[in-house]
């Protein structure tokens, strides 16, 4: 600097101006910056606690769903036999009438249709049109100079959306054509051949066939070996028939029972509430409150939640809400469970309450508890919601702060070049100033020697 330069020679004011400038900045700028460091303290801890609260808030609304869903009844499904059926949950369903006695009769067949021997893929069948009936309608399939081959016949009965597939099968001998219907009745299918050249041999393999299971004795066809409904919730695969044999099919876990599932549900809602309760504690008596002490959004979460308990999960039954089975809420927002109301509910009619939160059929009046957090939660997270647009302001005043510090930095550096040139002009002054008073002291000198 062009002042400490002067000071160093000795021609300048003797003031160190450089320190001078930065303790000057410093006093302008200290007070603004702590206040924001303050700010942006408090704000940061603020954004972090509504991240927490609305991941805390997905993850409860997750783990409700996970206990309610039909798998939360049962566990993983088990067949007595898996050499001739398994069982598995289907999906967005709650598994009924378990355990289950299940017996094959018969497996559904596809019908098959294989052709005679050809030399290779590629061997001309000649030129004919195919034309396919079954319970879908008429399928002409045509063969001609551009597909006269053992694989463009493949090729084109694939292309015709009749329901039937072709492939080759090739092994010593040469290649052959395999027709196949989907599985069932339903699905056989005949075909009949025109055209300039003698009709192709097939030789019918397979015979279509629908499944025949017994559940619980009762007899039941179907037109696949995947049979849904059998058994309520529950989806078979059927693998191989013996008929007479006898097995189950069962969860791996002892059911839920109602009183199980309600306090697991109070648990869990509880430890949310008490992470709200301190996040949204007031600092009282000079005591340090929490972060989203006052904060809209936040107070919105726990009025949504409060009002669980008084929501209606469906519009049929005795049983329409949480309070109607002894769920209450106290004082500080948790929920207590009045054990003797809630044994009474079981007693009466358990399989309601079941119902009630699991319903068979979502409607929007049959919401059961995974469709009331749902739509607290999509209340809450939308583009309007309350969490949303908490976190968009508390988003916006850390931007804002983000600007103020760099409006002060730039003031600060605007002020720093004005006291600079202040200064400078300072020292040119002061350097005139002993100038003047050297050349006085040199005339006082003369005249007194004089």
Avoid at 100 to 129: H, L, N, P, Y
Avoid at 135 to 164: E, P
Wanted: net charge negative; hydrophobic share 40%; glycine share 8%.
């Amino acid at each position: 600097m062009v002042t400490d330069i002067i000071n160093s020679l000795g021609v300048g004011s003797g003031i160190n101006t450089s320190q001078l400038v930065t303790d000057l900045l410093a006093a302008s700028q200290n007070a603004k910056l702590s206040q924001l460091n303050s700010r942006s303290q408090l704000n940061s801890s603020r954004i972090s606690a509504m991240a927490a609260t609305k991941s805390a808030l997905t993850t409860f609304a997750a783990a409700v769903k996970e206990t309610l869903n039909g798998q939360g009844f049962v566990g993983d499904l088990i067949s007595g036999r898996t050499d001739l059926a398994t069982a598995s949950v289907l999906d967005g369903s709650r598994p009924e009438g378990l355990p289950a006695s299940v017996e094959v009769v018969q497996v559904a067949v596809a019908q098959r249709e294989i052709s005679d021997v050809f030399a290779s893929a590629s061997t001309a069948v000649g030129e004919r049109t195919l034309t396919i009936n079954n319970s879908g309608g008429s399928f002409d399939v045509v063969i001609d100079s551009t597909n006269n081959s053992l694989a463009g016949m493949r090729d084109a009965i694939n292309a015709s959306n009749s329901g039937v597939t072709a492939m080759i099968l090739t092994d010593n001998t040469g290649a052959r054509l395999v027709m196949e219907a989907q599985e069932g009745v339903d699905a056989a299918f005949t075909l009949t051949q025109s055209g300039p050249s003698a009709a192709m041999n097939l030789t019918n393999i397979a015979t279509a066939l629908d499944s025949i299971i017994k559940v619980d004795g009762i007899e039941l066809t179907n037109s696949s070996n995947t049979v849904s409904g059998a058994i309520p919730g529950v989806q078979i695969s059927l693998l191989a028939a013996q008929a007479g044999t006898q097995f189950t099919i069962n969860g791996d876990s002892e059911p839920l029972d109602v009183a199980s599932l309600v306090t697991e549900f109070v648990t869990a809602y509880n430890e949310l509430r008490s992470s709200l309760n301190a996040a949204t504690k007031p600092g009282l008596a000079g005591g340090t409150g929490g972060p989203l002490a006052g904060d809209r959004g936040a107070r919105e979460v726990i009025r949504k939640l409060s009002q669980l308990t008084s929501t209606r999960l469906t519009d049929v039954g005795d049983f329409k809400t949480l309070a109607d089975i002894g769920v209450r809420t106290e004082n500080d927002g948790t929920l207590t469970i009045d054990k003797t109301r809630l044994d009474a509910a079981i007693a009466l009619d358990s399989g309601a309450i079941k119902l009630m939160l699991e319903p068979a059929v979502v409607t929007g009046t049959n919401i059961g508890l995974s469709g009331a957090l749902d739509a607290v939660s999509t209340s809450l997270q939308d583009d309007g919601g309350a969490l949303t647009v908490a976190t968009q302001r508390l988003e916006t005043i850390r931007d804002s702060i983000a600007a103020s510090r760099e409006k002060i930095a730039a003031d600060g550096e605007k002020l720093r070049e004005q006291l600079e040139k202040n200064f400078a002009g300072l020292e040119r002054q002061l350097a005139l100033l002993r100038s003047t008073q050297s050349y006085l002291e040199q005339q006082f000198a003369s005249y007194t020697d004089n």
